[in-house]
């Protein structure tokens, strides 16, 4: 939303006669209506923290919050609960996760939506594959080094 008056000022001097401000709130309307779609799409294959106890045979749920924060899980908060997306874990990898994820969350220096969003966004750089697939491949490396810029330009 546009802030100061120099702002609104810009604005208008970009978009000409076509400037609105009443547009440009429809317009931040239908972006955060894009957004909450977005959120409820990535969180739909997603467990509790319970579940997630229950699938690493952890001691408790203080467990998984310990290794959210430690980032060695994904974990977004959602209508006051904390939800932990599938893709992340592997019977076969460490700790029950996908071999190289703590590496990569470790790297992406952003929110946790946009972490998750981005490991669910197929990407130029990996030839159109998701990082979720490039992680999968083992190329670990290379997906950290992608995470590292991530963040850099907002």
């Known amino acids: ?39 409820r799409e ?22 998984v919050r310990d290794r959210r924060l430690a980032n060695t899980l994904l974990g977004i908060k959602d209508k006051g609960v904390y939800k932990y997306p599938l893709w992340q874990f592997d019977p076969e990898g460490d ?23 981005w490991f669910n966004k197929p990407h130029l750089a990996f030839s159109g594959q998701t990082p979720i697939e490039i992680l999968k491949q083992g190329k670990i490396k290379t997906l950290v080094r992608e995470a590292m810029a991530v963040g850099l330009g907002w």
């Open 95 to 117: 700790d029950g996760v996908i071999d190289g994820l703590p590496e990569v969350l470790a790297a992406l220096d952003v929110s946790d939506f946009i972490k998750l969003n």
């Open 1 to 39: 939303m546009i802030e100061s008056a120099a702002e609104k000022e810009l604005a208008k001097k970009i978009a000409g006669k076509d400037y609105v401000e009443r547009r440009s709130l429809e317009l931040e309307l239908a972006n955060l209506e894009r957004y909450y779609q977005r959120r």
């Open 42 to 63: 990535l969180l739909e294959g997603s467990i509790t923290s319970s579940k997630v106890v229950q699938l690493l045979g952890c001691q408790n749920r203080a467990t």
